[in-house]
T-cell receptor, first 114, second 115 residues
Framework: AQSVSQHNHHVILSEAASLELGCNYSYGGTVNLFWYVQYPGQHLQLLLKYFSGDPLVKGIKGFEAEFIKSKFSFNLRKPSVQWSDTAEYFC????????????FGRGTSLIVHP | KAGVTQTPRYLIKTRGQQVTLSCSPI?????VSWYQQTPGQGLQFLFEYFSETQRNKGNFPGRFSGRQFSNSRSEMNVSTLELGDSALYLC??????????????FGSGTRLTVV
């Protein structure tokens, strides 16, 4: 079974700072990768996903993530955060194929100070 | 189009009672999954239904059950509630059988408090 590790549980930044949230997974086969975001009081929503092609994936609101297969990583980045990026971020990994269940990391709480 | 709708939004129940939660997926989505979200454990997979059949089941006791109807709406039931069942229960739907490509669309969840 696969597992997902998000190393940063809590991150506090000032506006305009750069962001990188770590996500590492363990699984020996082909995977699809996701980042979800949960804004305060809102439902989880898909931020971006990777399942093939260019390992640098761009998502909504200026976020991007890079899949580095050799490092089993899928880190989320944003060059300049805004106060509105305050949220909880979840990385998820799913072996390729419809019958596999995605595994979620425990989440990273990001607080951006104005 | 309407998102994933979960009802009710909040529930308070007493230990030993049972509860039924409802989820209406996005129109056209046939895969419905349920997750339990708690601060300490994150998102834990409960079960998944596809075309009225349970396709996967997580590591939860038999007190947790679910079903899916022909219109793809899904319900989950928890019997003999325990204090530890207090959590946010999330429903997620996906387009098509291969949710590993499409990802999930989540509902807002049902906040269950067991007292």
């Amino acid at each position: 079974a696969q597992s997902v590790s998000q190393h940063n549980h809590h991150v506090i930044l000032s506006e305009a700072a750069s962001l990188e949230l770590g996500c590492n997974y363990s699984y020996g086969g082909t995977v699809n990768l996701f980042w979800y975001v949960q804004y305060p009081g809102q439902h989880l929503q898909l931020l971006l996903k990777y399942f093939s092609g260019d390992p640098l994936v761009k998502g909504i609101k200026g976020f991007e993530a890079e899949f580095i297969k050799s490092k089993f990583s899928f880190n989320l980045r944003k060059p300049s955060v805004q106060w509105s990026d305050t949220a909880e971020y979840f990385c998820a990994v799913s072996p390729s194929g419809g019958s596999y269940i995605p595994t979620f990391g425990r989440g990273t709480s990001l607080i951006v100070h104005p | 189009k309407a998102g994933v709708t979960q009802t009710p939004r909040y529930l308070i129940k007493t230990r030993g009672q049972q509860v039924t939660l409802s989820c209406s997926p996005i129109s056209g989505h046939r895969s419905v999954s349920w997750y339990q979200q708690t601060p300490g454990q994150g998102l834990q997979f409960l079960f998944e239904y596809f075309s009225e059949t349970q396709r996967n089941k997580g590591n939860f006791p038999g007190r947790f059950s679910g079903r899916q109807f022909s219109n793809s709406r899904s319900e989950m039931n928890v019997s003999t509630l325990e204090l530890g069942d207090s959590a946010l229960y999330l429903c997620a739907s996906s387009l098509g059988a291969d949710r590993s490509i499409y990802g999930y669309t989540f509902g807002s969840g049902t906040r269950l408090t067991v007292v």
